[in-house]
């Protein structure tokens, strides 16, 4: 697969200094979130810099549990093509949540990552109960001779652009709009791991996928897929289940089996990326292990006919 070399990822002491850095979450990579880091890149007082937290501050201060659109590795990919040089993942815990505004400012921004550019979102907040904003980031960082550029929020026809539009396109099945949303294919990654063989028996072999359990992942069901085995550059036709297996096991955890169209490759433990490009159904049961082949079946045939449309349109955008 095509992916750019991964920046490095720092913890802020190791970070390389003196920085101009953007400062948020980022999940998602959006427009907007781009303006806010292209806001840093072309600045020569320092090294073009992403800040962000890990894990989610909500996680910490409600027990929250916050799945990740881009997981670290993921988002360390797609920054180095922005002209970002190093990722730096601040530890989340309660002792920086504890910290004032001010002392966030002094001890991370100034004194160990020597800040001498910050941009952030309109809408950034930070310090002990978020008392902190971005105009509070302004006035106090300037006092110290640090410019702080504020980004306003982007907006489109549908409203600011945000990750909760996106993890809401994802949560309902939308691929298209999640793609628009991110200016990207959304796509996963897992390792493939030994399965129960029940989708060999009835003629239609999977690979298992174990994904990281903190990446957010879209709507159970059915989806057309492309595949990319081992980082290869070009991708294979596939069809993907994500959920349990109610015909099997109704009691089964979710999970992730994939299916190569016209295909016969041995993937045992190969490492998968999975791009789901539309859901073709949702999770149903059928009555015995026969119906449930011929409905495999019938989702390959159409997943095939949505690959080839998709592919299509990739090649001439114009017919589209």
């Not at 980022?26 to 880091?37: C, S």
């Not at 809401?168 to 399965?195: C, H, N």
Request: charge should be positive.
């Amino acid at each position: 697969m095509c992916t750019a070399t991964p920046i490095p990822i720092y913890s802020p002491c190791r970070a390389k200094t003196p920085t101009a850095l953007a400062l948020g979450s980022f999940d998602g990579l959006h427009a907007g979130h781009q303006r806010v880091i292209n806001a840093v890149t072309k600045d020569i007082r320092g090294i073009p810099t992403v800040v962000s937290f890990w894990p989610h501050p909500r996680e910490v201060l409600n027990g929250e549990p916050r799945l990740r659109i881009d997981l670290p590795s993921e988002k360390a990919s797609l920054l180095g093509p922005l002209g970002v040089k190093q990722l730096i993942m601040i530890p989340f815990d309660l002792a920086l949540a504890k910290l004032s505004a001010q002392d966030f400012i002094e001890k991370m921004l100034i004194k160990t990552l020597n800040a001498k550019l910050i941009a952030v979102g309109n809408n950034f907040r930070f310090g002990n109960k978020r008392e902190g904003s971005a105009q509070t980031l302004k006035q106090i960082a300037s006092s110290s001779g640090i410019e702080v550029k504020i980004i306003p929020i982007l907006k489109d026809e549908s409203g600011r652009m945000s990750s909760s539009r996106i993890r809401s396109a994802l949560m309902s099945g939308d691929l298209d709009a999640a793609k628009k949303l991110m200016g990207r294919p959304y796509r996963f990654s897992g390792e493939v791991v030994r399965g129960r063989g029940i989708g060999k028996s009835i003629g239609w072999p999977t690979a298992n996928l174990e994904v990281d359990g903190r990446k957010f992942l879209p709507a159970l069901g059915v989806y057309a897929a492309r595949i990319w085995i081992n980082n290869d550059v070009l991708p294979l036709p596939a069809v993907m289940n994500l959920g349990p297996q109610p015909t099997v096991d109704p009691n089964s955890p979710s999970a992730v089996e994939v299916h190569l169209l016209d295909q016969q490759i041995d993937l045992k433990a190969c490492e998968l990326t999975v791009e789901p490009v539309n859901r073709i159904r949702g999770q149903q049961k059928f009555e015995n292990l026969k119906n449930l082949s011929l409905q495999i079946g019938r989702d390959a045939h159409e997943a095939k006919i949505i690959l080839d449309k998709d592919n299509h349109q990739q090649t001439h955008p114009a017919d589209g």
